[in-house]
């Protein structure tokens, strides 16, 4: 790392906009947009045979909605007249996590010198709350209680988050603000797992893999930030996951207990 005194601001230099790309994670159901696009294709065509009177005709929504994984990375890339690929990506609630991932080996190849990296998701309300309930991991409290004895489950929102991700010297010559500097990633396939009953396995090498990457041990580390979802099988897993990071290494952990 590069010694730079505290205040000290280079000037700027010009970011090649053809060399930055958009990494972005996102659950790919249906949209509002994509629900009225379907609508328009499918259901007006029916509704019309049984009585065109009870639906009037309305606007053509844009043909666009149908790239539901897609467009969002396209888009944002488009807009911000970025040439350095757009990739949207649905790894369930990995997403934006692989994202960062994947901006950071992108980086790390050269083959990029900035990337937009985060994660986006805004399905119709009426999904949410269909696979919610399919699934039983929906609160029916209405509220998230991690790690909780009375958590029942989540609580589905929406929303978007991106990073700008640089190498450490280029964020340093060009005089960013730096918030904070990725040490390493670990990723896995949950092969003995599913959607609410993670492996612990799986989670154990990933978060090793990472650990590997960075240098460091889990001693090390003084703030953990976890999946959490208020499902009482997930965050019992990830609980158990994580005390296994430290027995195994034969490292204390004290505060893990119960």
């Given at each position: ?16 906009l053809?060399?930055v ?49 897609g ?8 807009c ?6 757009s ?40 999904t ?8 039983r ?7 998230a ?47 003995d ?19 590997r ?26 609980f158990?996951?994580?005390?296994a ?14």
């Open positions: 790392m590069r010694a730079v005194r505290r205040g000290q601001r280079r000037s700027p230099a010009p970011l090649d053809q060399r790309g958009v990494i972005l994670g996102n659950i790919a159901l249906p949209t509002d947009g994509a629900a009225a696009l379907a609508w328009d294709i499918l259901g007006r065509t029916l509704a019309e045979k049984i009585d065109p009177a009870f639906f009037p005709p309305q606007p053509s929504p844009q043909p666009l909605n149908r790239y539901v994984a467009l969002p990375a396209g888009l944002l890339a488009r911000l007249g970025l040439g350095g690929g990739v949207t990506l649905d790894a369930a609630c990995a997403s934006s996590l692989y994202a960062i991932q994947l901006a950071a080996a992108e980086l790390q190849a050269g083959r990029l010198d900035a990337v937009l990296a985060g994660g986006c998701r805004g399905p119709i309300a009426c949410r709350r269909w696979v919610s309930a399919q699934l991991a929906l609160s029916s409290a209405g509220r209680a991690p790690f909780d004895a009375g958590g029942d489950g989540l609580v589905v929102g929406e929303g978007a988050g991106i990073f700008v991700l640089k190498r450490l010297d280029n964020a340093l010559d060009h005089g960013d603000t730096i918030l904070a500097v990725l040490a390493g990633a670990g990723l896995s396939n949950d092969l797992g599913g959607l609410l009953a993670p492996s612990s396995e799986g989670q154990l090498r990933a978060m090793r893999a990472a650990y990457a960075a240098g460091w041990r889990p001693a090390d580390v003084d703030l953990i930030e976890c999946h959490a979802t208020g499902t009482p099988i997930g965050d019992a897993v990830e158990a996951s994580l005390r990071l430290w027995r195994r290494l034969g490292q204390t952990a004290a505060f893990l207990d119960p």
